[in-house]
C-alpha cells in the first residue's frame, strides 16, 4: 500500500475535546483503566460523545503522580490532572460543558509550565501520552512509517547508513559506540544472511525507559528496525524483550501484527525488494543477558554467557551470521532522523554528544518520572529544576548513573553537562538512563554493598576474577557496613576492585567495582567512619 | 540430573497440558533455539519445572538433558518446585531499595515467618523479590499475585498481605 492511502484511510474526524488517559506503566498499576472506562461511562451519561473523544495513551512522564489524564480543548488549552481516582470522572466531564471550564475544586491539577516539562525535548518520547499505542492508525497519522517509506523508496542502503552517521547518534544501550559506524560494520560484512537485534533487557535497575517507550510507542521501534535492517541488508530481526515487562511484550505483539496486516512487515514492503521479519524473545530473568554476546547465545536457546569480543556480533553474531544490535532507544531516534535530517539532529546537544537522552528520575526526588532531555544540560537543571530535588525538604546528597556499572555523583558537581564525555570523567557513565537521587539518609557504603550484591548475584560465574571478585567485595564491604573494616581491608578493597575492574571478561565484572570506586572517590569519609576504632 | 534411583517418566501423555505443550513445541518446529520459549510456556501451564518434564522436552527437542537442564537453573524466571498458591515479590532495584524496600521485606519476612525464596509450610505464599519491574516511578512497588502495588509502606503491605492471603484484618 502505499503511504498517502495509509494516511487517509487512518485519518479520523477531530471532536471538540480530548481526553487522554494514561493507561501504561506505573498508572495502570493505580488503577488508571478503570478511569478511562469511567470517563467514557461519564461522557455518555452527559450525552457528549460526539464532542469530546476519550482515548487510552502511553506514558506523559510524571508517573508518580499516577494516574494522569489530560484534557485538551478545541484551542488546545490544556489542563492536566495528577491522582485521579475513577469516582472523579463525572467531575471532569461535566467541567467540560462549563464556560469558562472551573477546575474542579476536589481534583488535583499539575501546572504544565513547569521545568519539569517546559525543559524537556521530545525526540523518542514525541508521541508518548499523546498516540494510543496500540492503534497503528494513530502512529501513522503522527507521521509514522514516513522515514521507513522514504528510505525504501529514496535511498539506497549506504545512503542510510550515511545518514546516521552524520548524525553523530550513540548507542543508547550504555557504551556510546556510534551506531553509524556499527551499522557501516555490518553494512560492509558480505552480503548473506544477517540479522537486526534490538537489545530490550534493560537490566539496570531503577530505570525503565525501554519498558516506557515499548509500552508508548511500540511502531517507532519497529520502524527503526526495520530501517537498520534495510541499511545493513539484513531480513531477520530479533527484539528480545524482559520478561518482566507483561505489557510492553503485549503491545509489541499487537504492533507486529498490525504492521504485518498492513504490508509493513514481510514481502515486498512499499512495494520495493525489501523483506523483512521479526520475531519476539522473552528474556527470562539474567542481568547478564543485557550484554551483546551473552543475549545472542539467550537468543540461541542457550545459557547466556558472554563470550570474548573479538569477534565482534557486527561479524560474527547469531548463529556465526553478522549481526547489528542497537538498544531500544537507538532505533526510536532513527525514523525521526531520516525524517527530519541528520543535521536537524546534530544540531541539538553537544559537541561529542549529539541529540537528546530520556532518563528515569528516580529515588528521592519530588517530581519521579521520566524525561527526555537535550544532552549538555547541567545535572542540576535535571535534579533541582525539574525534579524539585528531594521530598520533605531533605537535602539532595548525590545521584547515580549507569546503574551497577556507573557511579554515585555528589551534589557539589551538579554544574556538570550531561554527556558521554563529562560522565566518564566523573568516575560514572552515562549508561541507559537511570538517574537515581540520594539524599542525606542514604548512606555510600551501603549503596556500594546493595551494587555489589546485585553484581555476585548476576555474576555468570564464566570466569574468576568476577565469580570470586564481587564475592570478595561483597564481605569486604559488609564488613564496612557492620563497622568491623579495619585500614588492611581499605587497601584489599582498593587493590580487589582494580583487579576485578581489569581482569574480567565482560562488561559486568569490568565494572562492577565502579559504584565503590565513586563512593570512594567522594564519600571516603564514610568508608572511613565505618572502620573499626583504632585502640 | 536423575533423582537416586527413581524411574524417570513423563507426565500421563493425556495430560491436556502436555497436547498443549506440544503445540508450541511444534509451532517452534522442534528447533533446539526455541527452548527457552518452550521453558515459558511449560512453565506457564504447569505452574514449574519438574524434572520430569524437562527430560521430556529434552526428548522432545532432542537436546542433551544437561543443556535443558542448565538453561532451566541459569535464569531466574524458572523454578524448579512448586510455588504457593499465592505469591509476593517486593522489588529491590535501585529506586526501590532508596525508598526502603528492605524494610518492607523484613517486615514481610516476620510476618510470613520465611525468608526470600521461601514458601510457607502451608503452600500458601511464596515471597520473593525482583531486580526491578520498570515501574520505578511509584517506588517502592509489590507485586501481590501479579496486581503491581506503588508507593508501599509497611501498614500498606501488610494490609495487603492480608487481601491476598484471604485473613480478615
Ligand atoms: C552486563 C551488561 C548489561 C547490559 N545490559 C544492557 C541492557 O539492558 N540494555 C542495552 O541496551 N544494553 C545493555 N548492555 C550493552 C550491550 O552489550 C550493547 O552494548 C548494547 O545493546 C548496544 O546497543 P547501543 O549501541 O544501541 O547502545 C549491557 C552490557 C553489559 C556488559
Ligand atoms: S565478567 Fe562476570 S558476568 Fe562477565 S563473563 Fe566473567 S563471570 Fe560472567
Ligand atoms: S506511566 Fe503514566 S505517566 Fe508514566
Ligand atoms: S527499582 Fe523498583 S520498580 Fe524499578
Known sequence: MDLTQLKQSTSAAQKKYHIRCCTVGGCLSANSAAVKEQLKTAIAASNLTDQVQVSGVGCMGLCSQGPLVRVETENATEVLYRQVQPEQSAAIVSSLTQSPHPEPVDLKTQPTDSPFFTRQHRIVLENSGRIDPEKIEEYIAASGYEALHHCLREMSSAEVVDEIT????????????????????????????????????????????????????????????????????????????RGEYPLAINHLQTAIRQAKRHGLLGSQIFDSPF???????????????????????????????????????????????????????????????????????????????????????????????????????????????????????????????????????????????????????????????????????????????????????????????????????????????????????????????????????????????????????YFRDEYLVAMVEKT | MTPNNTVVQAPPANDKRLRLLEATMKRHQYRPDALIEVLHRAQELFGYLDIKLLLHIAQRLKLPPSQVYGVATFYHFFSLAPKGVHSCV????????????????????????????????????????????????????????????????????????????????
Not at chain 1, 548473506?192 to 519498558?211: F, T
Open chain 1, 275 to 521: 523483506d523483512f521479519r521479526v520475531d519476539l524473545r522473552i528474556g527470562a530473568g539474567a542481568f547478564v543477558c543485557g550484554e551483546e554476546t551473552a543475549l545472542m547465545a539467550s537468543i540461541e536457546g542457550k545459557r547466556g554467557i558472554p563470550r570474548p569480543r573479538p569477534p565482534y556480533p557486527a561479524e560474527s553474531g547469531l548463529w556465526g551470521r553478522p549481526t547489528l544490535i542497537n538498544n531500544v532507544e537507538t532505533y526510536a531516534n532513527i525514523a525521526p532522523i531520516i525524517r527530519k535530517g541528520a543535521d536537524w539532529f546534530a544540531s541539538i546537544g553537544t559537541e561529542q554528544s549529539k541529540g537528546t537522552k530520556v532518563f528515569s528520575l528516580t529515588g528521592k526526588v519530588k517530581n519521579a518520572g521520566l524525561i527526555e532531555v537535550p544532552m549538555g544540560i547541567s545535572l542540576k537543571e535535571i535534579v533541582e529544576g525539574m525534579g524539585q530535588g528531594a521530598p520533605d525538604g531533605a537535602q539532595v546528597k548525590a545521584v547515580q548513573t549507569g546503574g551497577p556499572s556507573g557511579g554515585c555523583i555528589p551534589a557539589d558537581a551538579f554544574d556538570t553537562s550531561v554527556d558521554y564525555e563529562s560522565l566518564k570523567a566523573l568516575g560514572s557513565i552515562m549508561g541507559s538512563g537511570g538517574m537515581i537521587v540520594m539524599d542525606e539518609h542514604t548512606h555510600m557504603v551501603d549503596v556500594a554493598q546493595f551494587f555489589m550484591q546485585f553484581c555476585m548475584d548476576e555474576s555468570c560465574g564464566k570466569c574468576i576474577p568476577c565469580r570470586a571478585g564481587t564475592v570478595q567485595l561483597y564481605q569486604l564491604l559488609t564488613k564496612f557496613k557492620e563497622h568491623r573494616a579495619t585500614p588492611a581491608d581499605l587497601e584489599q578493597l582498593e587493590m580487589l576492585c582494580d583487579v576485578v575492574q581489569h581482569t574480567s571478561l565482560c562488561g559486568l565484572g569490568q565494572s562492577a567495582p565502579n559504584p565503590v570506586l565513586s563512593t570512594l572517590r
Open chain 2, 90 to 169: 517486593v522489588c529491590m532495584g535501585t529506586a526501590c531499595y532508596v525508598k526502603q524496600a528492605a524494610q518492607l521485606l523484613s517486615f514481610l519476612e516476620k510476618e510470613t515467618g520465611i525468608q526470600v525464596g521461601e514458601t510457607t509450610s502451608d503452600g500458601q505464599l511464596s515471597l520473593m523479590t525482583a531486580r526491578c519491574l520498570g515501574a520505578c516511578g511509584i517506588a517502592p512497588t509489590v507485586v501481590f499475585d501479579d496486581q503491581l502495588e506503588g508507593h508501599q509502606t509497611v501498614e500498606s503491605v501488610g494490609e495487603r498481605l492480608n487481601t491476598c492471603l484471604g485473613v480478615e484484618a
Open chain 1, 166 to 241: 552524520r548524525s553523530g547518534l550513540r548507542g543508547r544501550g550504555g557504551a556510546g559506540y556510534p551506531t553509524g559506524l556499527k551499522w557501516a560494520t555490518v553494512a560492509k560484512m558480505p552480503p548473506g544472511q544477517k540479522y537486526v537485534v534490538c537489545n530490550a533487557d534493560e537490566g539496570d535497575p531503577g530505570a525503565y525507559m525501554d519498558r516506557s517507550v515499548l509500552e508508548s510507542d511500540p511502531h517507532r521501534v519497529l520502524e527503526g528496525l526495520e530501517i537498520a535492517a534495510y541499511a545493513v541488508g539484513a531480513n531477520q530481526g530479533y527484539i528480545y524483550v
